[in-house]
């Protein structure tokens, strides 16, 4: 009897050792960015930014997500996920770009472009890690309207940490004052020249290129327009 209690306390010290040293592997694993393929755009006390390209024929490490993430993929390409236990999602079709896109923290597992045809597109995104901050939010200020919901747009994602807008400028836009209500992330998806124009009468114009990121602080107040092109995008509120 007591050779039983003894190996069953063996077999129990066993797997409990064989839970913590799995546990402690998943934490160890190194985050998803940097890596090869990912270019740092910028960070600031909200987010870690970030422009990513799955490259063709490089093998990529497994990784844990350590932040929610918001994104926006700019290019389809096929890519291979790997799961810690080493089976692989089943290929999707191709989905439509822009594609907003949002993921929650701690997901584990490989991301690689390996094995495909030589002719087909590496896939594209600009990726934002959510930094556990509380969001700031703002109602619009005398003699202007919300930036979100307007005219054209669409709203994509909505959870607990961020609204994700499909929308575009139309030419000659609208002369009303716009308020965004919380910190947001823009990300242009159809290249295009805009112009600003602020309460106090002054104005700013700027060129975007497909794939340009900016960070837009609550309580922002201005008219916007398209002044050359038909300029596109994927703004996310963040919560």
Not at 61 to 81: F, K, N, S, T, W
């Amino acid at each position: 009897m007591l050779l039983k209690k003894i190996k069953l306390t063996l077999l129990i010290l066993n797997f409990l050792g064989i839970l913590s040293g799995s546990l402690f592997a998943q934490e160890d694993l190194s985050h998803a960015y940097p890596r090869e393929g990912v270019r740092t755009l910028f960070e600031n006390e909200r987010v870690f930014a970030w422009d990513v390209t799955w490259l063709r024929g490089v093998e990529q490490p497994y990784h844990r997500h350590r932040y929610d993430l918001a994104a926006v993929y700019l290019r389809y390409g096929p890519i291979r996920i790997t799961r810690l236990d080493g089976t692989v999602n089943p290929q999707n079709p191709p989905f439509e770009i822009p594609r907003p896109f949002f993921q929650p923290a701690d997901v584990i597992h490989k991301e690689e472009m390996v094995g495909f045809p030589g002719d087909v597109p590496q896939r594209w995104a600009i990726m934002f890690d959510l930094k556990d901050v509380s969001g700031t939010f703002v109602e619009p200020v005398s003699g202007s309207v919300a930036a979100f919901p307007r005219v054209g747009s669409k709203l994509a994602i909505d959870n607990e940490r961020v609204l994700e807008w499909v929308h575009g400028w139309e030419p000659e836009g609208v002369d009303s004052l716009m308020t965004y209500e919380r910190d947001s992330l823009q990300v242009m998806t159809a290249p295009g020249i805009l112009q600003y124009t602020f309460s106090n009468g002054a104005s700013l114009t700027e060129a975007f290129a497909t794939g340009e990121a900016r960070f837009i602080s609550a309580g922002t107040v201005r008219a916007e327009k398209a002044i050359s092109g038909t300029p596109k995008a994927v703004t996310i509120e963040l919560k």
